[in-house]
């Protein structure tokens, strides 16, 4: 594999993670608003991410919570 598909590659698992957590998080707890999720919702992605810290995913996360 060269650079740029290992890069790809990367990209894809992080894209995955986070949206497999966006769709645990809205499974336990989609009845509450955003602003009452979002800290539980941060302390949850730093214990479980690799990579990623909670600034870069925030956004992505928050819109699909809205959606």
Do not use: K, N
């Amino acid at each position: 594999m060269g650079t740029e598909q290992l890069l790809c590659h990367d990209l894809l698992e992080q894209s995955e993670q986070v949206a497999t957590f966006v769709r645990a998080l809205h499974v336990v707890a989609s009845q509450y608003a955003w602003h009452d999720v979002e800290p539980y919702a941060e302390e949850a992605w730093m214990q479980i991410s690799d990579g990623l810290r909670w600034p870069e995913i925030r956004e992505f996360v928050r819109e699909a919570w809205v959606t």
